[in-house]
């Protein structure tokens, strides 16, 4: 008998060097820095490509959300790659896509120059990000996963979430320091361009880094024991739907917690006439970084306490907090403040347990395929459309509280099952729950067993 290949952790594997670790870890700084900065300039940019106004935000945000539909096709194209070839190709190949799209996004000619088929031009070029960045965060967090040391997987894979949050602070302040630092006409002339240029470089230096990557020793394993899914989708269709809805389960309330209570929040200020636009993105900037040091603990906290604890009273809290939150940021620069910073802390740590917590859900076999059907089909629908959908509420009624009312249903929703949730933390399942030794032939089990 030998341990089912498919249950990688039920034998010893050995970690991947800190500097291929490194290099996946902040190589997420690129996809958010582009997403984020999209939301971020979302007012300027609705001048820019959709003429301006309430419509042009409305419009802005759409065309964000429609965007992201093209995320879960993306994972499933990449995925069935990183499952069959190997991560390390489908994070080369998924940078160099973001690379090129975000070149030409800032060389795009604007409303004022060749009238609406600017915006359309624009939401083209997000559709080809967000395919390309469908397959990226799966990519990385599956590497990260099987890279790491056991005992340090949730703080590990957690850094893949504080690196996206150095890109969205990135974001936040390349947009803060253009806005702040041109005139209106120069701007929406040439300035609106800045950020993308950074973006493009950043990317390109990031594709070089990656070249020199190592595979990942999981990927490695499966290479070895021949049990490499000849067709990962199915094979995860087949074998883990139930592991594909908890996926999905824990990926919606990251998803509304980061989308809403987070890169929405500019444009909520904005809108409500809370702050003014420079003072919206340079309080964004100061909540990104709290969410850099809370995720980090987050991951270091899952490692010690399991998964499941740390999820179920986050998704309390988000139960409790946002409304609240939101009202607060109606009440002057200082609760605004008080407020972005608690509900960007409550969406950080949401995404930190949910990066490792849901690549747990399934074994390495299949494991980016599972993750396209389950965890990025529910940031498609949880997180691009969400902002979108918060603004439209807001608009209609005038409720503040809206987006925190949306964030707290989908919290209430999900928590049936993630306290259900078997624990999947190495070291924290019970006896029962524990990988078991099976031949490698027979069917495979749903991964992992319920508790």
Not at 168 to 181: D, K, N, Q, Y
Request: hydrophobic share 50%; proline share 6%.
């Amino acid at each position: 008998m030998q341990a089912d290949p498919r249950q990688p952790y039920a034998h010893p594997h050995s970690p991947l060097p800190r500097r291929s670790l490194a290099v996946a870890a902040l190589s997420t700084i690129v996809e958010w820095y582009d997403f984020t900065l999209y939301l971020y300039f979302a007012t300027v940019l609705s001048r820019i490509f959709f003429g301006g106004g309430a419509g042009g935000l409305g419009d802005a945000l759409a065309g964000f959300a429609l965007a992201y539909l093209m995320r879960p096709v993306g994972a499933i194209v990449f995925g069935h790659i990183g499952d069959r070839y190997g991560r390390r190709r489908t994070m080369i190949l998924s940078m160099a896509m973001m690379t090129a799209a975000m070149l030409a996004t800032a060389m795009l000619p604007t409303h004022a120059q060749v009238g609406p088929a600017a915006g359309w031009l624009m939401i083209g070029l997000r559709c080809l990000m967000a395919f390309s960045v469908g397959g990226e965060y799966t990519g990385v967090v599956a590497y990260l996963l099987e890279g790491a040391p056991n005992d340090r997987r949730g703080l590990v894979t957690s850094l893949a979430s504080a690196a996206s949050e150095v890109g969205a602070l990135l974001a936040a302040g390349v947009s803060a320091l253009t806005v702040a630092s041109l005139s209106e006409a120069a701007l929406a002339g040439w300035g609106w361009r800045i950020p993308f240029f950074v973006g493009a470089a950043l990317a390109g230096i990031i594709l070089l880094a990656r070249s020199t990557m190592e595979e990942s020793p999981d990927f490695l394993r499966q290479q070895r024991a021949a049990t490499t899914p000849t067709s990962p989708l199915r094979h995860s269709l087949r074998h883990h739907r139930a592991a594909i809805g908890r996926g999905f389960a824990i990926s919606a309330l990251g998803s509304i917690s980061y989308y809403v209570g987070i890169t929405y929040v500019p444009s909520f200020l904005s809108a409500m006439g809370a702050t003014g636009e420079a003072d919206a993105l340079w309080l964004s900037t100061l909540a990104a970084l709290a969410v850099i040091m809370v995720t980090p603990l987050t991951g270091w906290l899952t490692d010690r306490v399991g998964r499941r604890p740390v999820l179920v009273g986050l998704a309390i809290a988000g139960v409790l907090l946002p409304m609240l939150l939101f009202l607060m940021m109606q009440g002057g620069f200082a609760m605004a403040l008080a407020g972005a910073v608690l509900l960007a802390c409550l969406g950080g740590a949401v995404s930190a347990v949910g990066a490792v917590a849901t690549a747990e859900q399934f074994p390495g076999e299949g494991r980016l395929s599972g993750l396209a059907f389950g965890a990025t089909s529910a940031t498609a629908l949880f997180g691009g459309l969400t902002p979108w959908l918060a603004h439209h509420v807001v608009e209609g009624s005038g409720w503040a509280a809206a987006p925190g009312a949306m964030i707290a249903l989908v919290a209430l929703c999900v928590l049936p099952v993630l306290i259900a949730l078997p624990e999947t933390a190495p070291g924290k399942m019970r006896p029962e729950t524990a990988p078991r030794k099976m031949k490698a032939a027979d069917p495979s089990p749903d991964w992992p067993p319920v508790s």
